[in-house]
């Protein structure tokens, strides 16, 4: 019974390190799933074991924040102000957690529709033409779009509990001090990071409808003309 249940325990921890994915968390917010297979000083590579054609991707340190490797996470990213990386371990986290929900999350059709038009739009004056939407872009691109988050008070505040019971009143006007959650003090990093994605989204979608507005109208006309 014994010699079965540990076959059974050797079985499962097999099945389970041979699915286990590692990961790698990068500055940029991109994520790599698969195996790591080499820990250099300077790099790390990982195989993407689950693609139709196995490759792996070398990604050096300096561009990682952290990485999982047999369930355990190491963090190799350090500020350092003469790289310009000034955030502590917990800001960045902040920062690259916007960088991902604004990737995911912000939505710019108008920029893609916009995009399309002023493509087309240029169409009609051929090559000189791609001074409209390359204008249009450039507008696209000045405005940044925002994002705000509302804290209630009574649920994302934390209250400091009063060590000496006073009453409050008029023989005590001493009020309770109110310190922000964690949340709200990292809160400015995650809004930066979102606020660059989306701006980032924003421009692509708008080169995105540029051109397609472009070759559409060109294609157009030329299946007009030779009709």
């Not at 003469?82 to 999350?105: C, P, T, W």
């Not at 059709?109 to 087309?120: C, E, H, N, Q």
């Not at 872009?137 to 008070?153: Q, Y």
């Amino acid at each position: 019974m014994k010699t079965k249940i540990l076959i059974l325990t050797m079985f499962v921890l097999v099945i389970s390190n041979a699915f286990s994915q590692d990961t790698l968390l990068l500055l940029s917010g991109k994520i790599y799933a698969g195996q790591i297979s080499e820990n250099s000083k300077n790099f790390i590579r990982i195989w993407n074991d689950k693609s139709f054609i196995n490759s792996s991707k070398l990604i050096y340190k300096d561009e990682i924040y952290s990485f999982v490797k047999n369930n355990k996470t190491t963090v190799l990213y350090k500020p350092d102000s003469n790289n310009g990386l000034v955030f502590n371990n917990a800001e960045m986290l902040s920062f690259i957690k916007g960088l991902q929900d604004g990737k995911k999350q912000y939505h710019a059709p108008l920029s893609t529709v916009g995009g399309f038009v002023a493509g087309a739009t240029g169409g009609v004056f051929g090559f000189w033409g791609t001074v409209i939407p390359s204008t249009y872009i450039f507008i696209a691109g000045i405005k940044t779009p925002t994002i705000s988050m509302v804290f209630p008070t009574k649920e994302n505040m934390a209250f400091i509990e009063n060590p000496y019971k006073e009453v409050y009143g008029l023989q005590n006007t001493i009020k309770p001090e109110i310190t922000p959650t964690e949340e709200q003090i990292y809160y400015p990093y995650y809004q930066y990071g979102y606020e660059i994605s989306a701006k980032d989204k924003k421009i692509k979608n708008a080169v995105k409808g540029s051109i397609i507005g472009f070759v559409a109208f060109i294609a157009t006309s030329y299946l007009v003309i030779h009709k």
